[in-house]
């Protein structure tokens, strides 16, 4: 069972930078989507970034130009650099997989604990 480890998560300032990590434990392979997810209390979980296996990436509007989702490969670790942080970016994120490539389809099965961002203005 692949396991994923998020860390990064931090207090920052508005217009500052993050970056999170995402371990995880076993070489990924074949066709998969890798994605950034994020949560406020009380609502629903929104889907930031994403990159399948071929390296395509997608995002959220909120984050075009301020984020970005990266992999690499040797290291086994999802990226996600954040800059120009707003307040409305205060989440807990969490990072998921899985297989396919259309990464806004389909239901994610393997979901990190998550770690919290929090940005003040």
């Known amino acids: 069972q692949v396991q994923l480890v998020e860390s990064g998560g931090d207090s920052a300032q508005s217009g500052g930078s993050l970056r999170l990590s995402c371990v995880a434990s076993?070489?990924?392979?074949?066709?998969?989507?890798l994605a950034w997810f994020r949560q406020v209390p009380g609502k629903g979980r929104e889907q930031v970034a994403s990159?399948?296996?071929?390296?395509?990436?997608d995002y959220t509007n909120s984050v075009k130009g301020r984020f970005t989702i990266s992999h690499d490969n040797a290291k086994n670790t999802l990226y996600l650099q954040m800059n120009s942080l707003k307040a409305e970016d205060t989440a807990m994120y969490y990072c998921?997989?899985?297989?396919?490539?259309?990464?806004?389809?389909?239901?994610?099965?393997?979901w990190g604990q998550g770690t919290q961002v929090t940005v003040s203005s």
């Open positions: 076993v070489l990924m392979y074949g066709t998969s989507c």
């Open positions: 998921a997989l899985k297989r396919g490539t259309v990464c806004s389809l389909g239901a994610y099965v393997i």
């Open positions: 990159i399948n296996s071929g390296k395509t990436t």
